[in-house]
């Protein structure tokens, strides 16, 4: 069974950083597909990035040049460093991880992930 926890979330300033977490149990980057996604209040979720371990982080556009995925070294997680936050970053923020995606054009944000974590809040306020 795959379990994916997330951590790391909180309240910054606009301007800020964050560093998020997520492990994972079950499941290593090299089994497939991984994602971050938010969804803040009254609004649907967004992809924000997703990652093959065969191939790079694909960004969405919204946090594209602030935020940057890297992957621990045991494969069994990734952190997202988030960086000059703003108020339309305040979100909760999910990992989520998909099996058994063996091509990097087959991992992307829009795709189905089966397992999710609990979120963690962010809140980007002065």
């Known amino acids: 069974q795959v379990q994916v926890v997330e951590s790391g979330g909180g309240s910054v300033q606009p301007g800020g950083s964050l560093t998020l977490s997520c492990r994972f149990s079950?499941?290593?980057?090299?089994?497939?597909?991984m994602g971050w996604f938010r969804q803040a209040p009254g609004k649907e979720r967004e992809g924000i990035v997703s990652y093959n371990y065969f191939g790079k982080p694909t960004y969405a556009d919204s946090v594209k040049g602030r935020f940057t995925l890297y992957k621990d070294g045991d494969k069994n997680g990734v952190t997202l460093q988030m960086n000059n936050l703003g108020p339309e970053d305040t979100a909760i923020y999910y990992c989520a991880a998909e099996p058994d995606v063996i091509h990097s054009w087959d991992c992307t944000i829009s795709r189905t992930f089966s397992y999710w974590g609990q979120g963690t809040q962010v809140t980007v306020s002065s």
């Open positions: 079950g499941y290593t980057l090299s089994d497939g597909c």
